[in-house]
């Protein structure tokens, strides 16, 4: 399955619904479909069109959805120059955990299996494996 | 889906939250519980029996609303998180910054 959302934040919930719908073909339990699939997909677009194309609508979201029989696999893309994932604070030192943002990412990362930047850093790979 | 607004006798609010609060639905939130607190409510419950996931934005506004409702003497309570969501607390030490409770009830008996 393949979706192209345009770069605005009020589509995110709508096209998580619709690859939850995809996905829910029994490869994950009903609580991961539920929390992790959703939750991760939705920080990932939110990522792509807040950071990334910079809430431009004319740029296009592309993700890529594969439901294989061992996991789900996710691949999120956008314009963007990309950045370093490996360059974000930790939210959860005294002095971040009161910020209301930069969460994102470590959400993310706690919520798949596996998660995969590519070298621009502007594509994500999340793997959700099966149960 | 949506939100949810329910006053008690004592004058706290109760804003249920059904479905998912998210990057996309986080400022109808934040405008209910502002418009709330701008009419003279200063005690809030967020009820999230009935919610399947939140983002770190939904995340993001519940801070954001817990400091404004402070500013102005007032206190914003969480309650009804299932597992997950509790966990997510606890990932992001949120759960450092609310007082949480298991039900609605509870957190209006704290009052």
Redesign the interface.
């Known amino acids: 399955m393949s979706l192209a959302v345009p770069s605005d934040l009020a589509l995110v919930g709508d096209a998580v619904e619709l690859v939850a719908r995809h996905c829910d073909v029994g490869v994950l339990s009903p609580r991961r479909l539920r929390f992790n699939l959703r939750t991760a997909l939705a920080e990932a677009l939110a990522n792509a069109i807040r950071y990334g194309n910079r809430h431009d609508r004319t740029k296009l979201v592309r993700v890529e959805i594969e439901c294989g029989r061992d996991a789900v696999r996710i691949v999120v893309a956008d314009d963007g120059a990309g950045f370093d994932p490996n360059d974000i604070p930790d939210p959860t030192t005294p002095e971040n955990v009161a910020r209301e943002d930069g969460r994102g990412l470590f959400v993310l990362r706690h919520l798949v299996d596996q998660i995969e930047f590519n070298k621009q850093g502007n594509s994500v790979c999340l793997v959700l494996r099966a149960g | 889906m949506g939100f949810s607004l329910t006053k008690d006798p004592r004058g706290v609010v109760v804003v249920g939250v059904d479905g998912?609060l998210?990057?996309?639905?986080r400022q109808e939130l934040k405008q209910k519980v502002l418009d709330a607190l701008e009419g003279g409510t200063r005690r809030f419950v967020i009820d999230f029996t009935k919610t399947?996931?939140?983002?770190?934005?939904g995340?993001?506004?519940l801070?954001?609303l817990s400091?404004k409702v402070r500013e102005q003497g007032g206190e914003l309570r969480l309650a009804g998180l299932n597992e997950?969501?509790q966990t997510?607390f606890e990932?992001?030490?949120?759960d450092?910054?609310f007082a949480i409770t298991k039900t609605p009830a509870e957190a209006l008996a704290a009052f």
């Open positions: 998912q998210i990057v996309g639905n399947g996931y939140i983002d770190s934005s995340l993001g506004v801070v954001s400091k997950d969501l997510l990932l992001t030490k949120l450092t910054l």
